[in-house]
């Protein structure tokens, strides 16, 4: 639900408040999450692979230490490999 992914991307912290904020104005005629998400990776609040976390995960992970996670990059045996922002 929008609620749901609303909640979820406040929970996960990739945005600012102000760009959160931003984001909630975006969603607020959508009444499908995965329209609202659409448009939130439109404005290029997110990527398109966060927004499938956002949409398809309990508690998705956007960070590993330093590092906000963009987009799953590769896969493979010995692990996965992300595109991720140094913050």
Known sequence: SLASLIERLKASRLLSAEQFD???R???????????ALRLVKAELITRWQARQLLTTDKPKFFIGQYRLQKEIGRGSMG???RAFHL
Do not use: F, K
């Open 22 to 24: 931003q984001a909630c």
């Open 26 to 36: 975006l969603l607020d005629n959508d009444s499908a999450a995965d329209h609202g």
């Open 80 to 82: 996965v490999v992300y």
